[in-house]
């Protein structure tokens, strides 16, 4: 996961990082498509698999309709990843301060579905354990809105880190989960970093779980403080990933 940092400095990590297979960002719209392409067009380069989408609530100006959303999130968004070959956008929403708002975003969400369905890119929700006034903070709530919308490319991001941190129960969690899931997310609770480090969830007995359903990316979204260190502690992790048949 690329957090805010120069292009040059993504540059590097990616060369020392011949590990990975491919990388996501957060952040992609501090620099340019063309400074990106820059960094991704050479041959054995990771593959980029995943951007976020601005988020609603960092907006200056208010969004409530879907053209308002298509104009100013929406269109900036597709075209980085038409232009970067991302195949899945996390679609990040809207605050609110009470529960009578939530249709409205999810009606955003289902429009955006649509409007990202003839690319072949897949829209991604996550519930936020982080943040406490964010529209989804329950993955129950994210499988019903997954269900409801009957929108094929509209599915839910599994989190350990935040799964861990709004319901526990990880393996009856996983198992109502697994017929939604569009992506998988790592991390170690409750400090969010390496997922090999001890800490409140066995990410072997996790891995072992998703495996039995997802056999795409995994992304490691942790906090990082000593990125030599979590390479070396992370190549164990790496070697069991490819025995349960990850990408």
Avoid at 165 to 184: D, M, Q, S
Wanted: proline residues 4%.
């Amino acid at each position: 996961m690329m957090g805010s940092e120069t292009v040059e400095k993504a540059d590097l990590r990616i060369r020392k990082d011949y590990r990975f297979d491919a990388v996501e960002c957060q952040n992609p719209y501090e620099f340019t498509i063309d400074q990106w392409k820059k960094v991704f067009n050479e041959e054995k380069r990771p593959k980029w698999v995943l951007i976020n989408s601005p988020p609603l609530f960092d907006q200056p100006q208010t969004i409530s309709t879907f053209d308002q959303y298509r104009q100013h999130i929406l269109d900036k968004t597709l075209d980085y990843a038409k232009e970067l070959k991302i195949s899945k956008v996390h679609l990040v929403m809207n605050d609110v301060s009470n529960s009578s708002q939530i249709p409205s975003v999810v009606n955003l969400l289902k429009l955006a579905a649509q409007y990202f369905a003839p690319h072949n890119i897949m829209c991604l929700i996550e519930p936020l354990s982080t943040r406490s006034d964010y529209y989804l903070r329950s993955y129950y709530l994210a499988a019903d809105i997954v269900r409801e919308a009957k929108q094929s490319n509209l599915k839910v991001m599994l989190d350990s880190f935040h799964l861990q941190r709004l319901h526990g129960n990880l393996t009856e969690n996983i198992e109502l989960l697994a017929p939604f899931v569009g992506h998988v997310q790592i991390s170690q609770t409750p400090l969010r970093d390496c997922p090999m480090n001890n800490g409140e969830v066995n990410h072997k007995y996790f891995l072992q779980k998703i495996a039995t359903f997802y056999h795409d990316y995994i992304g490691l979204e942790y906090i990082c403080v000593n990125f030599a260190l979590i390479i070396d502690i992370l190549g164990t992790m790496f070697v069991y990933m490819k025995l349960l048949k990850f990408k």
